[in-house]
């Protein structure tokens, strides 16, 4: 759809409705907003380049000149492929920082008092040992999470909703069907989760980035079968 098409409703209810024209006349106004529009898309793009850096007077030159038909120094598909390449090369570099930092992390952290390790390579702290059943990979749980970036950022927490949740054991990541069938109920581990048993090469909701390692501070509270 058009970013100018209103819904349907919206159409509906503004179709006698006089423009309100915040400038000297309504075409003023409606340039204003389109700008606006086009500018809050093109922010939002910006703010998503990779490696945060750019020249915002180099790239209004470019736009200006193009909306005012002049000729830019790059010709479009030459731009296009520039910009696909610098991407890329910025999203490798990155994501190979973020998977030393991981793996740096996790060789030091075994080596620390009370941290076990599998032979997949999931780490884990047992805060608190339950006395209660331990679920297997085909089995409903109830839990209570915090999940954390090793910055320390949280990305989700049922803690925090005070909203426990409850789902399939084999229908989550490999590092939480591996690590909860390690807990009996009652129980609250740490787990330290490799990026293979996470979310892998790709990241996840834009708030993991690729290669990233986990850190889930996990409560078993019951098996729902």
Not at 158 to 175: H, K, T
């Amino acid at each position: 759809m058009s970013i100018l098409a209103l819904p349907a409703e919206a159409q509906r209810r503004n179709r006698n409705a006089a423009p309100v024209s915040i400038m000297t006349n309504a075409v003023d106004s409606m340039s204003y907003a389109f700008g606006t529009m086009i500018g809050n898309d093109v922010l939002s793009f910006i703010e998503q380049i990779p490696g945060g850096e750019h020249n915002l007077d180099v790239f209004l030159t470019g736009f200006q000149t193009v909306v005012r038909g002049g000729t830019p120094l790059m010709e479009l598909e030459f731009a296009h492929n520039f910009l696909n390449n610098f991407m890329l090369e910025v999203y490798e570099r990155e994501a190979a920082a973020q998977r030393l930092e991981g793996e740096t992390f996790l060789a030091e952290n075994r080596t620390r008092a009370g941290v076990r390790e599998t032979t997949s390579g999931l780490q884990y702290v047992i805060v608190r040992q339950g006395d209660g059943e331990k679920p297997n990979a085909a089995d409903v749980v109830r839990v209570h999470y915090e999940g954390r970036l090793l910055d320390g950022t949280v990305f989700d927490s049922s803690f925090a909703r005070d909203e426990p949740i409850e789902f399939p054991l084999n229908m989550v990541i490999a590092g939480w069907t591996e690590g909860v069938q390690l807990m009996p109920v009652g129980s609250k581990f740490r787990f330290y989760i490799p990026y293979h048993l996470g979310y892998g090469e790709r990241g996840a909701g834009g708030f993991i980035p690729p290669f990233a390692t986990l850190i889930f501070d996990v409560e078993l509270l019951e098996i729902i079968r």
